[in-house]
């Protein structure tokens, strides 16, 4: 095993060694006649976000923040794959998803800077008003006098 397929890198700064993932095998559900009831293809990858050394406290509690979803009360992050009859290649799935959403939760989002519609917008926003209220104004019985 060479040193690269010892870590899952998500980003730059950041690179999660292999042997703080957790791998349980199950059999799949659904159709597949006697190899789903005999092979262990589903895979789900377990990594304990509260636990994890290669996590500053800054990643953790975004990661905590973003993904709550993936995440069970006692902070561990479970990703499942079942897509193939292969379990490797449910594996590989899982750490694909897990470097995705792991890395698009890492991910700082960039602050948003509200703006000021033109005084020419305004204009034209209120000129589109007047227009509608006189074809409206136009659609009403006319009034006896």
Known sequence: MDDESKWVRINEELAVPVSELDFRFSRSSGPGGQHVQRSDTRVE???????????????????????????????????????????LSNREDAVQRFQALLAGALRVRRRRIPTRPTAAAREERLADKRTRSRVKQMRRRPVDE
Do not use: K
Request: proline share 2%.
């Open 45 to 87: 990858l377990l990594f304990d976000v509260a636990r994890s050394p290669s996590l500053s406290e800054e990643q953790r509690g975004r990661i905590r923040h973003r993904l709550a979803g993936y995440i069970d009360g006692d902070g561990v992050l479970r990703i499942v794959s079942s897509a193939t009859r292969s379990q």
